[in-house]
């Protein structure tokens, strides 16, 4: 599959350059002739979503590119891609499938055509499609598309964007031809827990308050400084539980093991702006220690005032 490169800045403007909103989901293909849902790592997931391959049936021979979300209370829920077919409804979840690329067409290979093309032969064939199959949302307008870029936004799922070169073929791998940026914020949270030895930790298991006041982690840190992991030996006390393991985003791998610790050490991240909404997956960035805070101290999300 064509993967994105990360970068800070949204580029352009540029005529070459198209935009999609960034959705928090499963990466898959579609091939709609056979209703194979194949996932990244080659797997087949139609039997755990049926309603994307009774969607695609009667779309001719395609083969597509896109994102499986699950909404589930007026929100995108990564989490939610994992519940079984038979109890989505009752759960309140909707599992949809948002295209955005086409890579075959009724046998012919559309790959080495441009984006362009690709895009505008997947507008017509998915012209007038209904839910949960939809048609990804793409622009070549800059300032509409930095409108993905509002936090607002990132409280329902979208991560940010993606900015694809309309003059270039679809590759596999990270080649820069698509590029991704997603909505970063500086937030405070607590230390709850450490990984490595609690003399040296080398990453941060980090909590935020919630609408109630209650902490509540929001994951794992990336590795920390050197000069941080000196530091915070001094400040992070364990408490008497046994060391855990965290669940891991990949499923059938083991998480990380770390060691509880008080919830007294607050430190200064930057994180995904779905940090505010406890959804964030990818791992904050310790900037500094905070030793000048309690946790008190550490605001409850609010979009309206972060970020």
């Not at 194979?36 to 049926?50: I, K």
């Not at 309603?51 to 994102?67: F, I, K, Q, T, Y």
């Not at 046998?107 to 839910?131: F, K």
């Not at 109630?212 to 794992?220: D, F, N, S, V």
Request: no cysteine; aromatic share 6%.
């Amino acid at each position: 599959m064509a993967l994105a490169r990360d970068e800070r800045d949204v580029p352009g403007p540029d005529p070459r350059w198209s935009y999609e909103p960034k959705f928090d989901g499963w990466r898959a293909a579609v091939f709609t002739a056979p209703g194979v849902v194949q996932s990244r790592r080659d797997n087949d997931l139609a039997a755990r979503f049926p309603e994307v391959v009774s969607a695609v049936r009667g779309l001719g021979d395609l083969v597509l590119d896109g994102e499986l979300v699950a909404l589930r209370e007026g929100r995108l829920d990564f989490g939610s891609l994992t519940s079984m077919p038979r109890g989505r409804a009752e759960a309140g979840i909707a599992v949809y499938y948002i295209a955005f690329d086409l890579l075959a067409e009724d046998g012919v290979d559309l790959r080495p055509q441009p984006y362009s093309v690709r895009r505008a032969h997947l507008e017509h064939r998915l012209a007038g499609v209904r839910p949960p199959l939809q048609l990804g949302p793409a622009t070549t307008d800059r300032a509409l598309a930095l409108g993905w870029m509002r936090p607002e936004l990132a409280d329902v799922g979208i991560e940010g964007l993606v900015a694809k070169d309309v003059t270039r073929p679809y590759r596999t791998g990270r080649t820069g031809d698509w590029l991704k940026v997603r909505q970063k914020i500086v937030v405070d949270a607590v230390v709850v827990g450490v990984s490595g030895a609690v003399s040296r930790p080398e990453a941060f298991v980090l909590a935020r308050p919630d609408a109630t006041g209650e902490l509540q982690q929001i994951g794992l840190s990336l590795p920390l400084p050197p000069a941080v992991r000196d530091a915070a030996a001094a400040l992070v006390t364990p408490t008497d539980e046994p060391r855990r393991r965290l669940p891991n985003a990949v499923l059938g791998q083991p998480g990380t093991e770390y060691q509880p610790v008080r919830a007294a050490l607050v430190v200064e991240v930057e994180a995904e702006a779905t940090v505010l909404s406890f959804s964030a997956r990818l791992r904050p960035r310790v900037h500094r220690l905070r030793p000048d805070l309690n946790p008190a101290d550490v605001a409850v999300p609010s979009p309206e005032t972060e970020g």
